[in-house]
């Protein structure tokens, strides 16, 4: 009988989270000031983020220690299953070996809790009263949510507009564990009106909603911004997971060839390929593939360009040198609202520029017949952004059944989709909007770039 699935106890679990840029060649240049342009310093950063995350996110020590308390909330659901698809592998009729890290049995049902409860630790160490963020399909706000009841904050969640009317449930969940929930853009914010009065009806970004979620946090007392996604310290903080899967493919006694992770700000994939990209930046394994895709709804890193630009699209939020399709730059509404995002991390944006990964994209149909081949094996209904990272597994197991190779492919499966079964349905009848490959509207978008003094 074959083996299923690998299990960690609790006492495995990584004490200290793994920093890539003590073993990158080349680190990622800093952020730019979103007003001046200047190079930025901790200061600077100090009325958004809690100064501990600053001084993270700054870092170069290659191990930095995971504070007991966090440790103690991530032990509701860690260690994570690794599962070996036997069924799906089947299925595809591969001589492939697929297994995958189930990141679906956290509370809120995603990977993002684990730095969401660091961040409201930090946070709640600092003195705050509460949190405000975006979110997009909702997993981020839901583990935020989640995270700040546990250590007594407040969260103030912007909601990208598209998905809060296709995941109502999903802001059901976020009042739930004690959230305020607004649509994105708000009348809450003068970036919200602002757009609102050029276009009352967009279906929002994450770049208006980052941008309505830092200005409430500098505006109101005792509050501070949380980002999901993008920057250093929550990439260190989703290390977790990678630090994980190495002990269980030992216990599996294989060692992956690709590694697969969906990316919209890269928090997922890049917390579960960094600590073993390790052995390929040190020279140990220097054939590791590991892939990052996106959505072509918003191709940065395949049709993008790298340069410097805001992380948010009012132009608040630090300038950072990523691949971008242009912080003004709306995407189609795609159901895989964690997608939607128009920047990607800086270090993958700069792995990427090194040629150390790979990044791949696909379009919202390509991914849901995927999807739906791997639960009807598996048996997992994943969210619409893992099933990208599936659509990709799927091409390589594919290309092995066809050189007859039998390559070790491990993807990171983020996050279940429970609350996006209108995604699905829609999938079912056929009815998921099509959209076309924005180039133009990427092109316009990429000439409101900043001009970066030398
Ligand atoms: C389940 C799931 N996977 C992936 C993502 C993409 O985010 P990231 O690239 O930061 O992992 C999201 C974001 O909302 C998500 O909810």
Redesign the pocket.
């Known amino acids: 009988m074959p083996q299923y699935k690998y299990l960690l106890d609790e006492k495995d679990m990584p004490t200290h989270w793994y920093n890539i840029m003590a073993d990158m060649k080349e680190p990622p240049p800093p952020y730019r000031h979103p007003a001046t342009l200047e190079l930025m310093g901790p200061d600077d950063l100090a009325p958004v983020f809690p100064m501990e995350l600053i001084k993270q996110e700054m870092s170069a020590e290659r191990y930095i220690e995971i504070p007991d308390e966090v440790q103690d909330v991530l032990k509701m659901w860690r260690p994570s299953p690794l599962y070996r698809a036997v069924r799906w592998e089947k299925a595809l009729d591969t001589p492939a070996k697929i297994y995958y890290k189930w990141?679906g049995v956290s509370p809120p049902?995603?990977?993002?809790p684990n730095t969401a409860v660091a961040q409201s630790y930090y946070a709640k160490e600092e003195g705050l009263a509460g949190l405000a963020t975006e979110?997009?399909?909702g997993?981020?706000g839901s583990a935020l949510c989640f995270a700040t009841q546990l250590f007594g904050l407040k969260c103030k969640v912007f909601m990208v507009t598209i998905s809060y009317h296709q995941k109502p449930y999903r802001r059901v969940a976020m009042e739930t564990w004690g959230g305020t929930v607004v649509p994105s853009p708000s009348s809450e914010t003068k970036a919200g009106r602002d757009i609102l009065a050029v276009d009352p009806e967009t279906t929002g970004s994450l770049g208006i909603a980052i941008s309505e979620a830092i200005e409430y946090a500098v505006t109101h007392d005792g509050f501070k911004y949380s980002l999901?996604?993008?920057v250093n310290f929550?990439l260190l903080h989703?290390t977790v997971v990678g630090l994980e899967v190495r002990k269980q493919m030992e216990m599996a006694g294989d060692y992956p060839d690709i590694l697969i992770?969906?990316?919209?700000?890269?928090?997922?994939?890049a917390?579960f390929i960094y600590p073993f990209l390790k052995d390929k930046l040190t020279g140990d394994k220097p054939d590791l593939r590991a892939i990052f895709v996106e959505s072509t709804a918003s191709p940065s890193m395949t049709r993008g360009i790298y340069a410097y630009d805001w992380g948010d699209t009012a132009k608040t939020g630090p300038v950072a040198k990523m691949h971008t399709v242009g912080h003004s730059f709306i995407p189609a509404p795609i159901h895989a609202?964690?997608?939607r995002y128009h920047g990607m991390?800086p270090s993958i944006c700069a792995l990427l520029e090194q040629g150390v990964v790979e990044a791949r994209a696909y379009h919202q149909n390509a991914v849901f017949d995927a999807a739906q081949s791997f639960a009807q094996t598996e048996g997992f209904i994943?969210?619409p952004?893992?099933a990208h990272a599936v659509r990709a597994v799927y091409d390589e197991a594919m290309a092995c059944k066809e050189s007859g190779e039998s390559k070790v492919i491990v993807f990171n499966n983020?996050?279940h989709g429970h609350f996006d079964m209108a995604a699905y349905d829609a999938y079912h009848r056929r009815e998921l909007p099509d959209y076309e490959l924005e180039d133009e509207k990427i092109q316009k978008a990429l000439e409101e770039l900043p001009q970066i003094p030398e």
């Open positions: 990141e049902g995603s990977h993002k979110t997009g399909a997993q981020w999901g996604s993008v929550v989703q992770g969906c990316a919209g700000g890269g928090s997922n994939a917390g609202g964690g997608l991390a994943v969210a952004e893992t983020s996050g």
